[in-house]
């Protein structure tokens, strides 16, 4: 069965940290891209970082640039987002995706419609 489990999120005050663990029950995992998306109360969901499936590239979204880290762990099927200096704006749902490799890099990691697999997501709060 496919399966993408989230985990890490929770509350925390603005200015601290926190990492938020996908773990992947995929067939071949290296053969996916991961993507990490939030939906912020009464938005809509939209893309905040994503890794190729070898882990080669990145992508990270504008909002988040030099604050949010994605990475893998291709031995442990895990995709890992590291935030870092939150701010009450990041207060979202966070959602982990699979999407099959070669649909293209950069700003097509954006779209949602790519991805074939979405987790259950994690709240995360930010406290000012």
């Known amino acids: 069965q496919v399966q993408l489990v989230e985990s890490g999120g929770g509350l925390v005050q603005a200015g601290g940290s926190l990492r938020l663990s996908c773990a992947a029950s995929?067939?071949?995992?290296?053969?996916?891209?991961m993507g990490w998306f939030r939906q912020p109360p009464g938005k809509e969901r939209y893309i905040v970082a994503a890794?190729?499936?070898?882990?080669?590239?990145?992508y990270v979204a504008d909002s988040v640039r030099g604050r949010f880290t994605i990475s893998r762990d291709n031995a442990k099927n895990m995709v890992y987002l590291q935030m870092n200096s939150l701010k009450p704006e990041d207060t979202a749902v966070y959602y982990c995706?699979?999407?099959?490799?070669?649909?293209?890099?950069?700003?097509?990691?954006?779209?949602?419609?790519?991805?074939?697999?979405w987790g259950q997501g994690t709240q995360v709060t930010v406290s000012s």
């Open positions: 995706a699979a999407r099959r490799t070669g649909k293209g890099g950069s700003y097509f990691y954006a779209l949602k419609l790519d991805y074939d697999f």
């Open positions: 995929l067939g071949a995992f290296t053969y996916y891209d």
């Open positions: 890794i190729s499936g070898s882990g080669g590239s990145t």
